[in-house]
């Protein structure tokens, strides 16, 4: 939040987002063979309906 305050945005226009294995695919792996987009998008609307996203992204 001390980020978003920083970055003067107000909270109710930022969505955090975790992404994290699918069963499929590691969504680093995906980033780095620049597929995230694509993996993102398969993903439910819900997490992008947002004026920011806040997106982070893991390993397995």
Avoid at 19 to 47: C, H, M, S, Y
């Amino acid at each position: 939040m001390d980020v978003l305050k920083l970055l003067e945005l107000d909270p109710v226009d930022v969505k955090g987002h975790l992404a994290v294995w699918n069963g499929i695919e590691n969504p680093l792996e995906t980033f780095f063979d620049g597929r995230i987009e694509q993996w993102q998008q398969a993903q439910t609307k819900r997490n992008f309906g947002f004026k920011y996203i806040v997106s982070l992204t893991g390993g397995q």
